[in-house]
C-alpha cells in the first residue's frame, strides 16, 4: 500500500505545480496593488469593485453568459435527436457516424473557424444559398447568430457524445417492458428513456456550457471586434493592455459564476431524480 | 368439467435469423388459464416463440391468434398480455410502487385506484412495506417478484415469464417455483413460462411443450412427459433415464441386450428397431439370480433422499496386454551428467504409413537430459532400419554430444477385438517400461493407455473415440521386473438406479423392474 502511495507522489508534485499554483497566483494577482511583487506587496479589491462598477463590463458579462446559455441550448436541441438516432442504428453504423461527428476535431479549431467566416462573409456560398431563395442582403458574419453558428459547430460533438453514451448503456430491454406495459413510443421515451439519458445530458450541458462562455477566439473571428465576451476581455487585460491584476479578478468572477451555475445544474438533476422517484 | 376454451393460437410459425431457421413450422394451441411451460435446451427457439407472441419479433410466417384475433400486425403495446423478462428490466428510475404502477398510469388510470391495485399486488407478492424501496435495494428475488406484479397489475389474460427464475440461487429458485404457482392459481389466468430447466417444469406446469431446433417434440402433462416420453430425446430432458436399442418382437414383447421382456407397449410393427426407457426409480435392487437382470455396482453416490448407483450388467469390449517392467539400466545410457533413456515398443504393421520420427521419439518416450541443470535435451537423430513389414529392428536416439541409446521395434499385425453387436472396436499393444516410469506417474491409468496406445472406436464410424477403462493387477508401489497383463474395457451396459438401500460397490446384484416399468418409444436420429 506504501509503495502504491509513493507512486502518487510524482502527479502530486506535478499537480500542485500545474494546476494549483497558477490558480492560486491569479487569486493572489487579482487582490493586490498593480505592479506589486510577490514579495512586497499590499491587498486591495479594486478591481472587483472597478468591474462591477463600470456598466459595459456588466454589460458584457450578461451578453457571454446569454451567448453561452442559447449555445448549450441549441446544442442539446440539435445533439439529442441526433444522439438518440444514432444510438437506435446498429452497432456498425454507430461507430461510423460517432466517427463522422468526431472526424472534424481532427483539425485544429482555430481553421475550422477561419473557414465559417469564408461560409458566412458576404457573397460567400451561405449568402449565394439564400440568394436563391430570395433572401437577399443578410449580414450574418460579425453578429451573435455567427457567434452562435461558430460555438455550436465547435461544441456539438461533445453533447452528442455524452448523450450518446447514456442512450447506449441503457438495457434495450427497458424499451420493451415500457412497450409491453402499454406504452406508445412516445410515452416510453418520456417516461424512460429521456430519464434514463439525464446524466448524459447534465455532462453534455457542462461539457458545453463551460468552454462556450470563456470562449474568445471564436466571437473574436465571427462576432468581429464589435463583438467582445467576456473571455476577449481577459484576453485584452493580459496580452493588450498589460493590466494582470484587473484580468485575474474578471477570470475569477467567471471561475465562481461557473461555479455556482454548475452547483445549480446538479443540484436540480438530484431533485428532478428524486422528484421522478417519489 | 367444462371443456377448456383455447385462447392461444400458432399456426405454423416459422422464423429465420441469418438464414439460420429458429422456429420450423411451430402449431401449438394454449388454453385459458393454463400454466404451460416451453421447455428445451438454449437454441430451440423457445424464447423466439414467446417474443414472437409479446410482440417483440415479427415471424416470417403464420399466424398468432388471441381469442380468434390475428395479432400479428399489432405492436407490442397493443397487445394484452405482459411479460416478464429474464433480467427483469425494471426501471431504475422509479421506486418499487411507481414501477408496479406504470402499466396504470399509462392508461390514465386515477390515483386512488392505482393505490388500491398497487397495494393489492404488494399483498400478493409478499412485499408489503417496501413501495418507497429503490430497485437497487432489492434481493434478485425481491426484484423478481416486482417484475410480476408489474406485469400482473395490469390484469392481462395471459403472463409471459421468459426464464425468470434464471438469475435467482437454488433455493430461491425453488421458492419462487411455488411462489408462481400460487400466484397463477389464484390470479387464474394463462402463464406461458419458458426455461430449460426440467424440474421447474415438471414443477409449475399444467401443459408441458418440449422443444427441440425449432420443433416440437411432444406436448402433455408433466405426468404424461415424464411416464411416456414420445422419444429418446424427451426422455432424457425430462428426468433421468435408461436408454437401450431394443426390437420390438411382438406387440406387448420387447427385444433388448439379448433378452425379450414383456411390456404394455403395442402398435410397433414385430421387428421394428425402437428405443427403452427405463426409469432408475423403477428399478428395485435384488439379490443376484433373483432379477431380471444380473450386474455388479460399478459406483455408488450418495444423494441425501437415495443412492445412484451404476450397475453394469455386462462387461465390455476389452483386450488385454503384456506390459514388460525391464531393469533401470537397460532402458538408460549416460555419459556423465547427460543421460538418455528409451523403450523398445510394437507398432502395427497398418500404422507405418507415412510414420515419422516424432511418432518415434514419442512411442519410445525417448527422453535425455542433464542431471547436474535439470534440463531436458532434445534428441538430435533417430538411426533406424525400419520397414514397412513385419519383423524386428533396431532403433538408435542419439543426443547432444553423441550419447545414444539403442532399442527395438517390434512389427507385427496387431489383433483388433471387435464386438460386431455392441458396435465397438478396441486395440493396444503390449509395451516395455522401466520399475520407476511406473512409481514416478501421476496419472496410472492414463498413463497405461498411452504407452499401451489403447484405444476404442465405433466400427461403423472410426473416428468416434470410445474412452476406455484400465485394470491391472499388480502393485505399481511394490513392482519388479517382470511381465504383467494390462486390460481395457469400453463401458459395458451400464443402468443407472435410484435406489434407498445401501449395496458395497463391486457386489454382485439382480436388478428387477416389471411390464409397465419398460417404456417402448420410437426410434430418433438421437444418440445421449
Redesign the interface.
Known amino acids: 500500500m506504501k509503495t502504491w502511495r509513493r507512486l502518487a507522489i510524482p502527479y502530486l508534485i506535478w499537480g500542485s505545480c500545474m494546476l494549483l499554483l497558477p490558480m492560486l497566483l491569479i487569486v493572489f494577482y487579482s487582490i493586490v496593488q498593480p505592479g506589486n511583487e510577490v514579495t512586497t506587496f499590499s491587498f486591495t479589491l479594486n478591481s472587483y469593485v472597478r468591474f462591477f462598477t463600470d456598466p459595459n463590463f456588466l454589460m458584457i458579462l450578461w451578453r457571454s453568459l446569454s451567448v453561452a446559455l442559447k449555445t448549450t441550448a441549441l446544442c442539446l436541441l440539435i445533439g439529442y435527436p441526433i444522439a438518440y438516432w444514432i444510438s437506435r442504428c446498429s452497432k456498425k453504423t454507430q461507430n461510423l457516424m460517432i466517427l463522422l461527428i468526431t472526424l472534424p476535431m481532427w483539425i485544429n479549431m482555430l481553421v475550422r473557424t477561419y473557414a465559417w467566416i469564408g461560409l458566412l462573409s458576404e457573397g460567400g456560398p451561405i449568402s449565394i444559398v439564400l440568394g436563391w431563395f430570395g433572401i437577399h442582403n443578410v449580414e450574418i458574419l460579425y453578429t451573435e447568430t455567427a457567434v452562435l453558428i461558430g460555438m455550436v459547430y465547435n461544441y456539438l460533438p461533445f453533447m452528442v457524445l455524452q448523450i450518446h453514451a447514456s442512450l447506449t448503456k441503457m438495457d434495450p430491454s427497458l424499451v420493451e417492458a415500457a412497450s409491453d406495459l402499454g406504452a406508445s413510443p412516445f410515452q416510453t421515451f418520456w417516461r424512460v428513456i429521456f430519464p434514463l439519458s439525464v446524466p448524459g445530458v447534465i455532462s453534455g450541458i457542462t461539457l458545453v456550457f463551460l468552454p462556450a462562455i470563456s470562449a474568445f477566439f471564436i466571437p473574436k473571428l465571427l462576432g468581429g471586434g464589435g463583438w467582445f465576451l467576456i473571455g476577449n476581455v481577459i484576453e485584452n487585460q493580459f496580452i493588450t493592455v498589460g493590466e494582470w491584476n484587473f484580468g485575474s479578478a474578471i477570470s475569477v468572477i467567471m471561475a465562481l459564476i461557473m461555479m455556482l451555475l454548475m452547483g445549480l445544474v446538479r443540484r436540480a438533476d438530484r431533485k428532478g431524480a428524486k422528484e421522478a422517484k417519489a | 368439467m367444462e371443456k377448456p376454451k383455447t385462447l392461444i393460437q400458432f399456426r405454423n410459425i416459422q422464423k429465420s435469423f441469418d438464414d439460420q431457421i429458429i422456429l420450423k413450422g411451430i402449431d401449438l394451441d394454449i388454453n385459458e388459464n393454463e400454466f404451460v411451460t416451453l421447455l428445451g435446451p438454449s437454441g430451440c427457439g423457445k424464447t423466439t416463440l414467446l417474443r414472437i407472441l ?3 419479433l415479427q415471424q416470417d410466417e403464420g399466424e398468432v391468434y388471441i381469442a380468434g384475433k390475428e395479432i400479428s400486425s399489432l ?3 397493443k397487445r394484452e398480455l ?2 416478464v ?3 427483469y ?7 418499487v410502487y ?1 414501477n408496479i404502477a ?2 396504470l ?3 390514465k388510470v386515477s390515483n386512488d385506484i392505482i393505490e388500491q391495485k398497487v397495494m393489492r399486488m404488494l399483498r400478493l407478492i409478499g412485499l408489503e412495506g417496501y413501495e418507497k424501496r ?1 430497485i437497487t435495494q432489492l434481493s434478485g428475488g425481491q426484484q423478481q417478484r416486482v417484475a410480476i406484479a ?2 400482473l397489475v ?1 390484469e392481462p389474460n395471459v403472463l409471459l415469464l421468459d426464464e425468470p427464475l434464471g438469475a435467482l440461487d437454488l433455493k430461491l429458485r425453488k421458492e419462487m417455483q411455488y411462489e408462481l404457482k400460487r400466484i397463477q392459481q389464484e390470479v387464474g389466468i394463462t402463464f406461458i413460462f419458458v426455461t430449460h430447466d426440467q424440474e421447474e417444469a415438471l414443477t409449475m406446469s399444467d401443459k408441458i411443450v418440449i422443444m427441440k431446433e425449432g420443433e416440437i417434440q411432444q406436448i402433455g402433462s408433466p405426468v404424461e412427459i415424464y411416464n411416456e416420453p414420445v422419444n429418446a430425446y424427451v426422455a432424457n430432458f425430462i428426468g433421468e433415464s435408461n436408454i437401450l436399442p431394443g426390437v420390438m418382437v411382438h406387440d406387448e414383447l420387447v427385444r433388448f441386450d439379448e433378452q425379450d421382456f414383456e411390456c404394455v407397449d403395442k402398435g410397433y410393427k414385430p421387428g421394428e428397431r425402437v428405443d427403452v426407457v427405463i426409469r432408475p426409480e423403477d428399478i428395485d435392487i435384488v439379490g443376484p439370480n433373483e432379477g431380471k437382470l444380473n450386474g455388479t455396482v460399478e459406483s455408488v453416490l450418495f444423494k441425501g433422499m437415495l443412492y445412484e448407483m451404476m450397475v453394469e450388467t455386462k462387461p465390455g469390449t476389452h483386450v488385454t496386454v503384456n506390459m514388460h517392467i525391464t531393469s533401470e539400466d537397460a532402458n538408460q545410457n549416460d555419459d556423465g551428467h547427460i543421460h538418455i533413456s528409451g523403450n523398445s515398443f510394437y507398432l502395427d504393421v497398418e500404422d507405418m504409413e507415412g510414420i515419422e520420427e516424432k511418432d518415434l521419439i514419442a512411442r519410445a518416450d525417448a527422453q535425455a537430459w542433464n542431471d547436474e541443470t535439470d534440463e531436458q535435451l532434445s534428441i538430435e537423430h533417430v538411426e533406424t532400419d525400419l520397414e514397412n513389414k513385419i519383423g524386428t529392428y533396431s532403433i538408435t536416439f542419439t543426443t547432444v554430444g553423441g550419447l545414444s541409446i539403442t532399442k527395438t521395434i517390434q512389427v507385427i499385425d496387431q489383433q483388433i477385438v471387435r464386438d460386431e453387436k455392441r458396435n465397438e472396436g478396441v486395440s493396444a499393444f503390449n509395451f516395455f517400461k522401466s520399475k520407476d516410469e511406473i512409481q514416478e506417474s501421476v496419472a496410472l491409468d492414463t498413463d497405461l493407455k498411452t504407452w499401451a496406445n489403447a484405444q476404442g472406436w465405433r466400427l461403423s464410424n472410426e473416428d468416434e473415440a470410445i474412452p476406455l477403462d484400465v485394470t491391472y493387477e499388480f502393485d505399481p508401489d511394490k513392482i519388479a521386473p517382470g511381465v504383467y497383463p494390462v486390460t481395457f474395457w469400453t463401458k459395458g451396459r451400464v443402468f443407472k438406479v435410484h435406489t434407498t438401500d445401501f449395496v458395497e460397490e463391486g457386489a454382485r446384484v439382480g436388478l428387477q423392474f416389471g411390464p409397465a416399468d419398460i417404456h417402448v418409444m420410437e426410434k430418433e436420429g438421437y444418440t445421449s
Do not use: V
Open positions: 409479446g410482440g417483440f405492436p407490442p403495446y405482459n411479460t423478462f429474464q433480467k428490466a425494471l426501471f431504475p428510475n422509479m421506486n411507481e406504470f402499466g398510469r399509462i392508461k429503490e408489474r406485469a395490469n
